[in-house]
């Protein structure tokens, strides 16, 4: 489904970004959460630009964001 998102919604994929970006370069994630990164920033310049998106897309990759950091956190705790 093709729409806008709100205001909360695009600074929770800040968040989400930036947390992502804060991996350690020796997680076995960190590979996996640059390109989604980089997926999300392209999103959240569309959104910007007033472009619609797929909101269901969008969804799924916050929440393979979300994924990627408890996995991350996972492998820290198992250390």
């Given at each position: ?13 800040d968040r989400l ?12 994630y ?7 990164r ?8 569309r959104?910007?630009a ?10 799924q ?5 979300y ?8 492998e820290?705790?198992?250390?």
């Amino acid at each position: 489904m093709l729409s806008m998102v709100d205001e909360a919604q695009m600074e929770l994929i800040d968040r989400l970004v930036e947390r992502l970006e804060r991996l350690s370069a020796d997680s076995t994630y960190a590979h996996q959460a640059s390109g989604l990164r980089g997926t999300l920033l392209r999103q959240l310049e569309r959104l910007e630009a007033g472009t619609e998106v797929n909101v269901d897309e969008l969804d799924q990759l916050v929440e393979r964001g979300y994924e990627i950091l408890r996995d991350a956190a996972r492998e820290i705790g198992a250390r």
